[in-house]
T-cell receptor
Framework: GDSVTQMEGPVTLSEEAFLTINCTYTATGYPSLFWYVQYPGEGLQLLLKATKADDKGSNKGFEATYRKETTSFHLEKGSVQVSDSAVYFC??????????FGAGTTVTVRA | NAGVTQTPKFQVLKTGQSMTLQCAQDMNHNSMYWYRQDPGMGLRLIYYSASEGTTDKGEVPNGYNVSRLNKREFSLRLESAAPSQTSVYFCASDDRVFSDGYTFGSGTRLTVV
C-alpha cells in the first residue's frame, strides 16, 4: 500500500539556518504530495502541495519539489525563524483520496 | 469562520466508559475522516466517510464506531474505552474534486485511565 517515510527528528536549529526535511514515498499511480505543519496545541494546517511530477509547492518561504524519479518530496527553507518551530508532516493522497502520513518531524528553532 | 469544529477539546475517561467525539464542518465537503495521533507514529486513519451515507474502515478501526449523521457531521464513538485509546483525535474533511488537501479540526485530547 501507499506509505510515506520522513526523516526522524527532533531537529534543532538556530535562527536563519537552512532547514531540510527529507520525505520519500511509495505509491502506485500518480499521488498528490503534501506538507502539513502542526503548531503546539493546534491541528494540522496545509503548508504546501504538489499534484504532479516536477511541480514545486511553495508557501511562507518553504518549498518542496515533486521528484518522481527519486520518489521524494523534500521540504526546504532557506532561513528559519523561531516561529517556524512546529511538527512537520509529509503526506500523500493516492487513487483512493485518503491521506497517508509520515511520522512527523519536530523542528525547534532557537533565537 | 469556516472550518472543522471538534468537541470536546479534552476528555478523561475511566476504562470501560463510553463517549462520542463530535465533528462538524461548514465547507460543504463531501468527505470526512477521523485520525488518531500518537507520538512517533504520525496520524493513522480510524474511519472515513467518502460521502454522506457511507462509512469505511481505515487503518485502525478496532474499538471504534462512526456515524455520518448528515453532510456536515461525522461522529466517532468509543463503546468501551481502553488505555490504548489514549491519544489525540483529529477530524478532517475535504472536497475530493479539487484535491486541495484536508482541513483539520483542532483535535480532542483523550486520556483513558
Amino acid at each position: 500500500g501507499d506509505s510515506v517515510t520522513q526523516m526522524e527528528g527532533p531537529v534543532t536549529l538556530s535562527e536563519e539556518a537552512f532547514l531540510t526535511i527529507n520525505c520519500t514515498y511509495t505509491a502506485t499511480g500518480y499521488p498528490s504530495l503534501f506538507w502539513y505543519v502542526q503548531y503546539p496545541g493546534e491541528g494540522l494546517q496545509l503548508l504546501l502541495k504538489a499534484t504532479k511530477a516536477d511541480d514545486k509547492g511553495s508557501n511562507k518561504g518553504f518549498e518542496a519539489t515533486y521528484r518522481k524519479e527519486t520518489t521524494s518530496f523534500h521540504l526546504e527553507k532557506g532561513s528559519v525563524q523561531v516561529s517556524d518551530s512546529a511538527v512537520y508532516f509529509c503526506a500523500l493522497s493516492g487513487n483512493d483520496y485518503k491521506l497517508s502520513f509520515g511520522a512527523g518531524t519536530t523542528v525547534t528553532v532557537r533565537a | 469562520n469556516a472550518g472543522v469544529t471538534q468537541t470536546p477539546k479534552f476528555q478523561v475517561l475511566k476504562t470501560g466508559q463510553s463517549m462520542t467525539l463530535q465533528c462538524a464542518q461548514d465547507m460543504n465537503h463531501n468527505s470526512m475522516y477521523w485520525y488518531r495521533q500518537d507520538p512517533g507514529m504520525g496520524l493513522r486513519l480510524i474511519y472515513y466517510s467518502a460521502s454522506e451515507g457511507t462509512t469505511d474502515k481505515g487503518e485502525v478501526p478496532n474499538g471504534y464506531n462512526v456515524s455520518r449523521l448528515n453532510k456536515r457531521e461525522f461522529s466517532l464513538r468509543l463503546e468501551s474505552a481502553a488505555p490504548s485509546q489514549t491519544s489525540v483525535y483529529f477530524c478532517a474533511s475535504d472536497d475530493r474534486v479539487f484535491s486541495d488537501g484536508y482541513t483539520f479540526g483542532s483535535g480532542t485530547r483523550l486520556t483513558v485511565v
